[in-house]
């Protein structure tokens, strides 16, 4: 009987295919690699991965378009290879609905931590799901979700309604990169525009403060520039 | 582009209308006539100057012509080019205007070659310092591989690990060159602007240092930033690379180093970066070509940790100039260098073209 995680691989460059197979297949998991866009379609329907590493620069089609036929109908997990530069393909993918992304080149030990932290994101909200009356509790942070309210190792942090709603979000999403547009457009209900960008991050300068963070030291939630904002 | 139609136009009339008014003026007033026909060819030779092309030099000195005979040659207010005074005059004026605008063509032709060329100076340079550059960490690179698949049984454990080290180091090495790289052909490719966006001062300190802690986990850096929130309109990513890389250098080269300090303040509408340590400092020598060119490091051995710092330094310049900012670098009294480069916290409504 094999029950290890089924991943997905698409990618087509042989050497970081190779490469990814072996790191991933060391930690433990099942690795089926699929070289193009059309290839993996059949590949996904077929095995039914637990997760998909995606690279979005692919031989047939372009990554996206296999990141919209995936979650049509599946919210498998996606983590989607980039190079650094683009992050506008960053947030264009993460928007589009992919967990998160890993920036080449990259070390085996990221890799392989940001399998793991997909993979159990996805449990989690398949177990628990985000139960309005649930509690969260990462560390030393636990989170009251029906009193509204947030302790920081057993003494209650003063949020805002909107830093608390900030915070809850990116809890409910634990370990899921939160695009600046995602999170201003489930706690304003607005669309992502310059204003809208600085409220928001005037709001998580306060929310780093109440949580006694500090550049470098950010404890629980985690800041990729010009992208967004993760908690774990 | 509009822009500059639109101010070349107001400038050819305001300089015509100034000059009619002024030899109005002398006539009616002073009664002198005799100079107009010059002072009409100084205007023709002014508009044609300041203005871009032949378009507008020409129609100066057609208006002017045409004011010159109607308004101030016989018979007054009355156009008349039978007289062959008023005709010379006219020849006069559209060969001025002419000959001007050809030498200003010129002019502006040159300057662009000239800058042209020192762009390409500028990529022979990097070309040359980059081949240098990565010609060094692929050799070990190359040559640790070669050796750990040829002849795997001759090595002890201990020269094994040393040897994937190395090629771990110069990996990294090679990475960060290939984003530096990156962020210059950005930056060169022509007319893409830096697209800045507003960023939280404290959020951009924060991914640096979480960086730079995963190259360098044993160097602490004292940081001094404003308490209050700060926003300054920046292409992150590339400023990023500049603290990054500012820090980094210090790490490389200032020997002796026991504190490295990274600190922001705000003057006015400026906000001021300043990366200082306590190491050797820079040599007075290379302090001046420091961010302009690639320069040469043959005086010092060919250790790999002295490797050229040309590249990451100059692509600071680039970054820094590109947004508008300053940058400088100097030896402090108390010893150790110190880089400061500063940033707008307000973006100019007139943005400048870059």
Known sequence: MNNKYKILLVEDEPSISSLVSTVLGNAGYQVI??????????????YVPDLVILDLGLPD???????????????????????????????????????????????????????????????????????????????????????????????????????????????????????????????????????????????????????????????????????????? | MKKTVLKDISLTVSILVLTFVFCLILREVFEIGEQVTAIFVFAVFLVSLLTDGYTYGLIASVLGTTAVNYAFTFPYFAINFTIHENIISAIVMITVAMLTCMLTAQIKKHEALKTETEKEHMRANLLRAVSHDLRTPLTTIYGSVTTLI????????????????????????????????????????????????????????????????KRYPTQPVTLDIPESLVMIPMDAILIEQVLVNILENAVRHAEGMTELRLKVFTLGKTAIF????????????ILPKLFGGYFDTTPTP?????????????????????????????????????????????????????
């Open chain 2, 274 to 285: 300043e990366i200082a340590d306590n190491g050797c400092g820079i040599r007075n020598e």
């Open chain 1, 33 to 46: 690699h699929a070289e193009s866009c059309s290839f993996a379609k059949t590949m996904f329907s077929s």
């Open chain 2, 150 to 213: 040829d002849d795997e049984s001759m090595l002890t454990e201990e020269q094994r690990s040393k040897m994937l080290v190395d090629i771990k180091n110069d990996s990294d090495w090679l990475i960060r060159m290939v984003e530096n790289l990156l962020s210059v052909t950005k930056i060169d490719s022509g007319e893409v602007k830096i697209i800045k966006t507003p960023t939280a001062l404290d959020e951009l300190i924060d991914s640096v240092i979480v960086k730079f802690k």
């Open chain 1, 61 to 232: 089609e372009d990554g996206m378009v296999l990141l919209d036929f995936i979650r049509r109908d599946s919210l498998v997990p996606i983590i989607v290879l980039s190079a650094r530069t683009d992050e506008k393909d960053k947030v264009m993918a993460l928007d589009a609905g992919a967990n998160d992304y890993v920036t080449k080149p990259f070390g085996s030990a990221e890799l392989v931590a940001r399998v793991r932290t997909s993979l159990r994101f996805n449990r989690r909200t398949n177990l628990e799901g985000c139960l309005p009356d649930g509690r969260f509790a990462l560390r030393d942070l636990t989170i009251d979700y029906g009193a509204r309210r947030v302790f920081l190792a057993d003494e209650e942090i003063k949020f805002t309604q909107t830093e608390y709603n900030i915070v809850a979000l990116l809890s409910e999403h634990l370990g899921k990169m939160m695009t600046y547009s995602a999170i201003i457009k489930t706690v304003w209900g607005d669309t992502a525009h310059e204003t809208s960008i600085k409220k928001l991050q005037v709001n998580m300068a306060n929310i780093r403060k109440k949580l006694g963070s500090r550049p470098g030291e950010n404890n629980y939630i985690k800041n990729e520039l010009g992208v967004g904002y993760r908690m774990e």
């Open chain 2, 302 to 354: 060919a250790d790999s940790k002295k490797r050229n710092a040309g590249i990451g330094l100059s692509v600071c310049a680039t970054i820094i100039k590109a947004h508008g900012g300053d940058i400088k670098a100097e030896n402090a009294k108390e010893g150790g260098a110190v880089f400061r480069f500063t940033l707008a916290t307000e973006e100019d409504i007139d943005e400048q073209q870059i």
